[in-house]
T-cell receptor, first 114, second 114 residues
Framework: KAGVTQTPRYLIKTRGQQVTLSCSPI?????VSWYQQTPGQGLQFLFE???????NKGNFPGRFSGRQFSNSRSEMNVSTLELGDSALYLC?????????????FGPGTRLTVL | QQQVKQSPQSLIVQKGGISIINCAYE??????FPWYQQFPGKGPALLIA?????SEKKEGRFTISFNKSAKQFSLHIMDSQPGDSATYFC?????????????FGAGTRLAVHP
């Protein structure tokens, strides 16, 4: 079974630009979660999608948004990029239908904002 | 209430030694406690997990000890090897509203010296 894939793996953008990151979950997984990882803040939850609906959202500004498609693939978008948005963005998928389901992480997209 | 506090921030252990990482939580509604291992350039991967009705779980050289009354749990790595050098995250999940919310600790960077 193929794992979680994320594209692109690396991105360099400048302040004020916007960016779209993509995540393909493991086949059969309907839940996709996004996390931001930085050295200072650790792993911060962004949002979670299940069956094309956002079920849960972390404490991030509205510049961070996402969506999920009918095939469970997900995208997240960050508009008006700031220097502080430089981070590793991780996507995780799971069956998410009962207690204790494991989340499987992708390799992440490393975003650098200049 | 939703936090998971992890210590130490970094740990240096000699090959063959025991690595111990500790975590504490406040919310008694957490119902699943996974540990993730992350190597540089990779996403976190589930290492071992425990439910709160169990006091200890062992898988190979990795053991979770769980103290429900103290609301603490820890990861022990026996016979630590240089290949164990990675960042370790404890986490706790809350199953509510039909889905799992995963809260991560801040992470511990482990270096095992040969």
């Amino acid at each position: 079974k193929a794992g979680v894939t994320q594209t692109p793996r690396y991105l360099i953008k400048t302040r004020g630009q916007q960016v779209t990151l993509s995540c393909s979950p493991i086949s059969g997984h309907r839940s996709v979660s996004w996390y931001q990882q930085t050295p200072g803040q650790g792993l911060q939850f962004l949002f979670e999608y299940f069956s094309e609906t956002q079920r849960n959202k972390g404490n991030f500004p509205g510049r961070f948004s996402g969506r999920q498609f009918s095939n469970s693939r997900s995208e997240m978008n960050v508009s008006t990029l700031e220097l502080g948005d430089s981070a590793l963005y991780l996507c995780a998928s799971s069956l998410a239908v009962r207690q204790g389901n494991e989340q499987f992480f992708g390799p992440g997209t490393r975003l650098t904002v200049l | 209430q939703q936090q998971v506090k992890q210590s130490p921030q970094s740990l240096i252990v000699q090959k063959g030694g025991i690595s111990i990482i500790n975590c504490a939580y406040e919310n008694t509604a957490f119902d699943y406690f996974p540990w993730y291992q992350q190597f540089p350039g990779k996403g976190p991967a589930l290492l071992i997990a425990i439910r709160p009705d169990v006091s200890e779980k062992k898988e190979g050289r990795f053991t979770i000890s769980f103290n429900k009354s103290a609301k603490q749990f820890s990861l022990h790595i026996m016979d630590s090897q240089p290949g164990d050098s990675a960042t370790y995250f404890c986490a706790a999940t809350l199953f509510s509203g039909g889905y799992n919310k995963l809260i991560f600790g801040a992470g511990t960077r482990l270096a095992v010296h040969p």
